[in-house]
């Protein structure tokens, strides 16, 4: 019954609805692809083994925060592995610029095509309003079934507006969540490569040759 009343609904739309129909697709892949996505990574976030890594790092033992952040599925421990792959060249800034970036990358996937959807789908909306309208003015003054016709075309105009709206709202608002954690994430991978730079050039300062090679290693060359 259910189904019956939403294709009667989706025929009397007009042929905008057909596009539209292909927004609303697109529109729940993008969301639900997003949506498992962030999930995945909140169940990779470590933030024990990061604070491990931070805490090695502060007390100059590189090589053991390299080895703590090492095969880690915690987007910011990686970058701060590839930081520390990178601690004897002038490319560690770089380095963690370009780790940062792709950890960015992946979480921003498809916000450009949500940001698309929420724009097209009232804007498809309003050209079934046109074209609904349209069709009722055309059969102003017609035949004598003229009535019929321009409540269809308002009704096409209607429901065709409805649905452009309605596809825009429910995207819009897991499109401003998903930009919400993405910025998150971009703060957190942010600080953490500047507590990368920060450490390594505060242990080159402190003299040491290799920031990556651990205090208790030279005491035990020693």
Not at 40 to 47: A, C, E, S, T
């Amino acid at each position: 019954m259910l189904a019956n009343i939403v294709i009667d609904y989706f025929l009397k739309g007009g042929p905008v609805m057909y596009p539209i129909l292909v927004v609303a697709i697109v529109a729940v892949c993008v969301v639900g692809e997003r949506a498992f996505w962030w999930l995945r990574l909140g169940m990779r976030r470590d933030p024990e083994t990061l604070e491990k890594v931070l805490a090695s790092m502060e007390n100059g033992d590189f090589k053991a925060a390299s080895g703590l952040a090492k095969d880690s599925e915690d987007p910011v421990v990686r970058i701060i592995w590839h930081g520390l792959n990178h601690y004897e060249h002038a490319s560690l800034q770089g380095a963690l610029q370009v780790a940062a970036g792709i950890e960015l990358q992946k979480a921003g996937r498809f916000l450009t095509v949500m940001d698309t959807l929420v724009t097209l789908a009232p804007l498809l909306g309003l050209l079934g309003t046109v074209t609904g309208l349209m069709g009722s003015f055309r059969a102003i003054g017609g035949e004598e079934l003229a009535v019929q016709k321009i409540t269809g075309g308002i009704g096409e105009a209607l429901i065709a507006t409805m649905c452009g709206l309605a596809i825009a709202i429910i995207s819009l608002v897991p499109f401003n969540f998903f930009t919400s954690k993405t910025s998150r994430l971009q703060f957190e991978l942010e600080t953490a490569a500047t507590n990368v730079e920060v450490m390594v050039n505060a242990a080159r300062q402190r003299g040491a040759e290799t920031p990556l090679y651990s205090p208790q290693s030279n005491e035990a060359s020693g």
